[in-house]
């Protein structure tokens, strides 16, 4: 498969784009080649593929269930009781439902932990995104749980893979309040031993650090240090409450870490996210939109605003958290943390990109592009997006998308009365 996208913008400039295969061939103006689909880009401008990377995909199935609670509440409460009740089907067709949503948006690629591992890796096979895939898990400090989770971890890694190389699977240990230091320590051998990403959730409320002060002796960071469990396949969701030396400490040891906005303040976890001083000791800091029932929706270039504004709100700084810093984070770092060869537009790359239809009115006048992009639009401004070489949205349409909301819509309704 051959793709041409003629008379695109790219930094201001028109060029053309040849993808031949999964990868980008050529970038220049003028290209005379001959292709098996030839995509018009006049006015329209071309980014990197969106890359969320922390969210639980089938939770598109919460949206709208718990607002206005407590992180704990909310969770004991509402999401865990109706996460017990979760079917294979469920989760699959609530994943669909999130790729559907990411695409339209422009996400290509995303970091996810969730239940029914296998739903997920179906629904995103089929989907055509890229993904890291981790199953959530879970021991509440019971040996035999967590034996459980070593056993089904162990399994599903000394079998062959069946899925494409889109898809990347991954250990999701939930969070320390959840988790046994020694189910973690396990799950950081074990993702060593094979060469694998761990995303885990950390220091994301004031009460996780107070609870972690009391049972532990120490703060979540500091914690983690003890066991021995900061490494670079360690990928941290939120990182609210954190001091310099703990910065340092997950700097020293290349954890990569996540900020998710829109949770963050919908939640009331927190909003003093220090980004600044992350990227300051060279940590990789991506972005997330966090699962549906938290942050509602699956939108990236909303993320990028919100990350921007909040962060210069709180610093009274409106140098802080710039528009470019934040197309950055939301492509090349999650290219960082998943470890594919995406996040940017250069020959040689895999062939994730998305174009941005420049005939609207966030995009008039176009004086600053990016500026537009991040401050002035959202998702319905994503036109077309290639994922792995190949078409996954043109002219904003996603094919199967109405049986797929028709079908999620009818599980979800089924779901909370069962």
């Not at 008039?364 to 077309?384: E, I, K, R, Y």
């Not at 792995?388 to 199967?400: E, F, L, T």
Request: aromatic share 6%; proline share 3%.
């Amino acid at each position: 498969m051959s793709i041409l996208i003629k008379s695109v913008e790219l930094n201001g400039q028109s060029t053309d784009i040849y993808i031949e295969g999964n990868r980008i061939r050529h970038i220049a103006e003028g290209l005379d080649l001959v292709a098996d689909a030839v995509v018009d880009g006049h006015r329209k401008a071309v980014i990197p593929g969106l890359m969320n990377m922390h969210t639980h995909a089938a939770m598109t199935l919460f949206r709208g269930i718990g607002d206005d609670m407590p992180l704990m509440p909310w969770l004991t409460e509402k999401i865990w009781p109706n996460e017990a009740k979760l079917t294979d089907d469920d989760v699959y067709w609530g994943a669909k439902l999130a790729c559907v949503e990411m695409l339209k948006s422009g996400t290509t690629t995303f970091f996810d932990m969730y239940h029914k591992l296998d739903a997920t890796i179906a629904a995103v096979e089929e989907m055509g995104l890229r993904a890291t895939l981790s199953e959530a898990c879970f021991d509440f400090f019971k040996p035999e749980l967590a034996d459980r989770c070593k056993q089904q971890i162990s399994r599903r890694f000394h079998s062959p893979a069946s899925h494409s190389s889109r898809i990347r699977l991954a250990l999701g240990p939930h969070a320390i309040y959840t988790v046994s230091g020694a189910l973690l320590q396990w799950a950081h051998a074990f993702a060593e031993n094979h060469d694998l990403m761990i995303q885990m959730h950390l220091a994301e409320t004031a009460d996780e650090v107070s609870q972690c002060r009391e049972r532990h002796g120490t703060t979540p960071v500091r914690y983690l240090h003890r066991l021995g469990v900061l490494s670079p396949c360690l990928s941290l969701a939120h990182v609210l409450h954190v001091d310099e030396e703990e910065i340092a400490l997950l700097a020293e040891h290349d954890v990569k870490v996540v900020h998710n906005p829109a949770s963050n303040m919908k939640l009331a976890s927190g909003y003093r996210f220090r980004y600044a001083e992350m990227r300051a000791a060279g940590i990789t800091v991506g972005l997330g939109t966090d699962g549906c029932a938290s942050s509602n929706n699956l939108d990236m270039i909303e993320v990028m605003k919100l990350a921007s504004l909040l962060g210069k709100a709180w610093r009274n700084d409106p140098e802080a958290m710039p528009c470019e810093a934040m197309l950055e984070a939301a492509t090349l770092s999650g290219a960082r943390i998943t470890g594919f060869d995406t996040g940017r537009l250069a020959e040689g790359c895999l062939a994730d990109l998305c174009l941005i239809d420049l005939a609207t009115p966030a995009f008039t006048p176009n004086f600053h592009f990016v500026s537009n992009l991040v401050f002035a639009a959202n998702g319905s401004c994503v036109d077309t997006v290639i994922c792995d070489g190949i078409i996954r949205m043109q002219n904003r349409k996603v094919a199967g998308e109405e049986e797929i909301l028709e079908r999620a819509e009818r599980i979800a309704h089924t779901l909370v009365k069962r």
